[in-house]
């Protein structure tokens, strides 16, 4: 068990969340006999002061070949001039490593937070779905055209790129027993990507996922049914580059921190337990995948000890689930997240960072993370 990581730890607090999850890493590591070989290297501000680029050619390589990157947010003030600028370094990584489906999980992993949302308890409560973006195709790449007085981004997705992301979707859906339900969303009253979106979709899932239901929801009006009532989401939705960008910062939103949100972005399907990857696979028998917490740098709270490394240990254990297969200890990280968060809903003490209204720092809500860990 393990195998091959390679680490971003980025710039201001992504090193000091990044050093806290790999403690639970060790205790992985320790209880399980698992051996991650862990090769630490730039991306982002660091990687600019000392190559003059974002990121350099050797760590493209090495991303393409490591069974998992762990990245830790990059960015800051200090290199707002920078050309390039230091973000541009991941977007260029999850290019060369073809991380087409971007995964972002809405669930509430404790009871206090949905005292943080900004939607009501009765509304908020229960939610659990898990979106995920197509990353690599869609109106952000492509020839685009920069005039004066005109601009133009083709919208395009071919079948290829349409089945992958949807091949994301069923797999994750079948996962589950009974297999979860899945709603695409698209603007097939608009826009002809869509149309061919939804054909091919529907084509993918009628074929290789006959027991999963598939809805078509249109983009928009999920916007409004988020909020109003996301619980009828539970599940999985799959959805293209630019309404997923957008779906996924709103559904961040509703868990009221951004402190707690964890991302992953595969190279391709995960494989049910007990079989292989299709697609992306690496040489852990899992698939190819970069972790990184939804927030970025928190330049405002770096070098304190304040930042909450929560989103980091969760994108840890989403990397253990779908990289190299590592379900149970997946779990075991999640739960652990919970019982700290819940500590004081419990009648325990409050080991909460202060985005969570707590007072703790990096260090001792760390230390209340490994402690449960190691428990559980
Ligand atoms: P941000 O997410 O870094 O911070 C927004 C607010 O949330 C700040 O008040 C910050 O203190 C707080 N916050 C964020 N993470 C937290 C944590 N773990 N614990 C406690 N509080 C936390 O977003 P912002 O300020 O817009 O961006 C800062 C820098 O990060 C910029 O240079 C930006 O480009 C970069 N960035 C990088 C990303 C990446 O590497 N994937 C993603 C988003 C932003
Ligand atoms: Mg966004």
Redesign the pocket.
């Known amino acids: 068990k393990g195998g091959k990581l390679l680490i971003l730890p ?1 710039d ?3 090193p000091e ?1 990044v050093h806290e999850a790999l403690k639970i890493l060790d205790i992985i590591e320790e209880s399980t006999g698992a051996q991650f070989e862990r090769d630490f290297d730039l991306c ?1 501000g660091r990687s600019l002061d000392k190559h003059k680029d974002s990121v350099t050619e050797a760590v493209l390589k090495k991303s393409e070949e490591a069974d998992a990157v762990f ?1 830790g ?5 200090e ?1 707002g001039h920078s050309q390039p600028n ?2 541009s370094g ?1 977007l260029r990584i999850r290019l060369r490593m073809q991380i087409f489906a971007n995964l972002r999980p809405c669930n509430f992993v404790s009871k206090s937070l949905v005292h943080r949302s900004p939607i009501k308890e009765e509304i908020i409560k229960g939610v659990d779905f898990m979106l995920i973006r197509e990353n690599c195709g869609g109106a952000y790449y492509g020839n685009k055209i920069e005039e004066e007085d005109y601009g133009c981004d083709p919208w395009e997705y071919k079948r290829s790129e349409i089945e992958r992301v949807a091949r994301v979707a069923g797999a994750l859906a079948m996962q589950h027993d009974p297999p979860l339900p899945v709603w695409s969303a698209d603007k097939a009253n608009v826009l002809a990507s869509s149309r061919v979106w939804r054909r091919i979709v529907h084509e993918v899932f009628d074929k290789e996922f006959p027991k999963v239901t598939l809805r078509d929801q249109l983009a928009d009006s999920l916007a409004m049914l988020l909020i109003t009532k996301p619980t009828a989401f539970n599940g999985i939705i799959v959805t293209d580059n630019t309404f997923g960008d957008i779906l996924s910062d709103e559904s961040g939103g509703l868990t009221g921190s ?2 707690l949100l964890p991302s992953a972005s595969l190279a391709g399907a995960p494989a049910a337990p007990g079989s292989e990857p299709t697609q992306g696979r690496n040489n852990a028998g899992g698939v190819r995948g970069l972790y ?10 770096s070098g304190k000890g ?7 240990v969760l994108s840890l254990a989403m990397m253990l689930r779908y990289s190299f297969n590592m379900h149970r200890e997946a779990d075991v990280v999640e739960e652990a997240v919970a019982k700290v968060l819940d500590s004081k809903e419990d009648g325990g003490l409050e080991v909460r ?3 969570l209204g707590g007072r703790a720092g990096t260090r001792e809500m760390s230390e209340a993370l490994q402690g449960e860990v190691r428990r559980l």
């Open positions: 980025g201001h607090i992504g969340v982002g990245f947010s990059a960015g800051g003030p290199w230091p973000e991941l951004l402190g990184e917490p939804v927030h970025g740098s928190a330049p405002d709270i304040l930042a909450n490394p929560a989103a980091q960072t202060g985005d």
